[in-house]
C-alpha cells in the first residue's frame, strides 16, 4: 500500500484586499508538512495554483521552495510532484527541473508531446513505499491549454479534453499495464460546487465544466486542484482537496485541509481529509443577517478580541450593515468604530429595506417636473424621501445645467 498526500490551491502571493497572506500560508503549509511526517506519506501532490500570479513575488517563491525542504526533510522517499494551474507560470514552474531532479521532486507545467504524440515518460513517475517497493504510479497532468488540445473530430471543446486524456492514460497504461494510477486534473468538473469570488472561471477547449466520464473507471484516484471546497465529484476517488486557507469571504465556513489517499496493489482507495487549523480568525459579523450602524461597536466588542496580537495575526471582518435611509458618510463612521479594533475590515455589505413594488406606469418627459422625478428616484434608490437639502442641491444642480 502506498499513501498520498494531495493537496492543491495554495495560491501563494495571494493578497485579500491588500492585506497579505503570508503568515497564513507559512503557517498551513507547516502544518502540511507535519501531516505528510505525522501520515509517513509515499507522496506529496499539489494539483496546481501554487502561486496566485503569473508573476509571482520572490516571498512567494521562497515558501515554496522552504516548503519543498521542509517536506523533503520530513518525508525523506516521499515522491513531490507540483503540476501548473491556471493561475501559475507553466514555464517558470518547469524551469529549475534540472534542481528539483536532484531533490526528486516533479515539475510540470505543460503537456510533453514527443514526435506528435503524447509523451508518458515525461509526466509518469512511480511511488515507492519506504521499502523502495513501487505501489503506484503518478501520471502528473497540468492545466490543460489550448495549445495543449489535440485536434479532434469533435472540434475541439469538451471532446478535445477528453481525447487529451484519453490519450494520456491509455500512453501511461502501455508503461505501466495494470498497475494502480494516480493521475491530476486542474479543471471544473461538472457538478462540483464553485466558491462565488474566489475562483477564477476557466475555459478549458471553451467549456466552463468538464464531465466526470472523462477519468476512466482504472484510474485508482484523480487528485484535482482549481475549487477551494474540499469534496468529491460522482465518486469518492475523483476529488478536490481544496484550499488551505479562506481566500473569500464565501469560504469562511470551508473545512480547509489536505486529502490523505490510501491505495492498496488491487488499486483500492480509502480516502480521508486532515483538517488544516486555520491561522487566522474570519469573522463575519452579525454571523447571520445585518446589523445597523449603531449595534456595531457593541457587536465588535463582544468578540473578544486580542489587542496585544501582531497585526498579521488580526482576525479578517466581513460586515453587514442595515441602512434604512441615504448612506452618505457611511464609510467614515465605520472606519472610526472598527479602528478601535485589532481587526483587518476586507469586506462591507450594505442591506437596505425591500421597497414595495409600484405598478409600472407610462412615463411622458415633457409631462414630470425634473423635481418630481428626482424624489420618485431618490425613494427608489434609498427607500425614503429625500430632505430639503437633497431638494436644494438638485435645484442648484438643475440651474447649473
Not at 495494470?178 to 457538478?191: C, D, E, R
Not at 480521508?272 to 491561522?279: C, D, L, N, S
Not at 481587526?343 to 418627459?365: I, K, N
Request: with cysteine.
Amino acid at each position: 500500500m502506498i499513501r498520498l498526500l494531495h493537496t492543491a490551491d495554495w495560491h501563494l502571493g495571494a493578497t485579500l484586499q491588500g492585506w497579505s497572506r503570508d503568515a497564513e500560508h507559512r503557517d498551513a503549509l507547516a502544518q502540511l508538512v507535519a501531516i505528510a511526517r505525522e501520515r509517513a506519506v509515499d507522496a506529496v501532490v499539489v494539483a496546481g495554483d501554487i502561486f496566485d500570479s503569473l508573476n509571482p513575488s520572490a516571498d512567494a517563491q521562497r515558501l515554496l521552495y522552504d516548503t519543498l525542504r521542509d517536506l523533503r526533510v520530513a518525508c525523506p522517499h516521499a515522491r513531490i510532484a507540483l503540476v501548473a494551474g491556471n493561475h501559475d507560470p507553466a514555464a517558470r514552474l518547469e524551469a529549475p527541473r534540472a534542481l528539483f531532479e536532484m531533490a526528486d521532486v516533479v515539475s510540470i507545467g505543460a503537456f510533453a508531446r514527443r514526435d506528435g504524440a503524447f509523451d508518458a515518460r515525461a509526466h509518469l513517475s512511480p511511488i515507492r513505499d519506504a521499502s523502495g517497493k513501487i505501489g503506484a504510479h503518478l501520471l502528473a497532468l497540468p492545466y490543460p491549454r489550448a495549445v495543449d488540445l489535440p485536434v479532434t473530430s469533435g472540434g475541439g471543446g469538451a471532446s478535445a479534453v477528453r481525447e487529451a486524456y484519453r490519450e494520456a492514460v491509455e500512453s501511461a497504461r502501455r508503461e505501466i499495464g495494470a498497475a494502480p494510477l494516480i493521475v491530476t486534473g486542474h479543471l471544473h468538473v461538472a457538478g462540483a460546487l464553485e466558491s462565488e469570488g474566489s475562483e477564477r472561471r476557466i475555459l478549458v477547449g471553451g467549456e466552463h465544466a468538464l464531465p466526470s466520464d472523462m477519468f476512466s473507471p482504472d484510474i485508482a484516484y484523480v487528485a484535482l486542484g482549481h475549487l477551494h471546497r474540499p469534496q468529491s465529484v460522482d465518486r469518492e476517488t475523483i476529488r478536490y482537496s481544496g484550499s488551505l486557507i479562506p481566500m473569500s469571504k464565501t469560504e469562511i465556513g470551508y473545512a480547509h485541509g489536505v486529502s490523505i489517499v490510501d491505495v492498496d496493489a488491487s488499486g483500492a482507495v480509502v480516502v480521508q481529509h486532515a483538517p488544516i487549523v486555520r491561522p487566522v480568525r474570519h469573522l463575519r459579523a452579525p454571523a447571520t443577517g445585518a446589523l445597523c450602524l449603531a449595534e456595531l461597536e457593541s457587536a465588535l466588542a463582544a468578540l473578544d478580541l486580542d489587542a496585544s496580537a501582531p497585526m498579521d495575526a488580526w482576525p479578517f471582518a466581513h460586515l453587514a450593515i442595515r441602512v434604512d435611509g441615504p448612506a452618505v458618510g457611511l464609510k467614515a463612521e465605520l472606519d472610526a468604530i472598527c479602528e478601535k479594533f485589532p481587526l483587518r475590515v476586507v469586506s462591507t455589505s450594505v442591506e437596505r429595506p425591500q421597497a414595495p413594488a409600484a405598478a409600472p406606469t407610462p412615463l411622458r418627459l415633457a409631462e414630470r417636473k425634473p423635481m418630481d422625478l428626482f424624489r420618485e428616484a431618490f425613494e427608489q434608490a434609498h427607500g425614503v424621501a429625500p430632505t430639503d437639502n437633497h431638494f436644494d442641491c438638485f435645484e442648484r444642480l438643475l440651474q447649473e445645467a
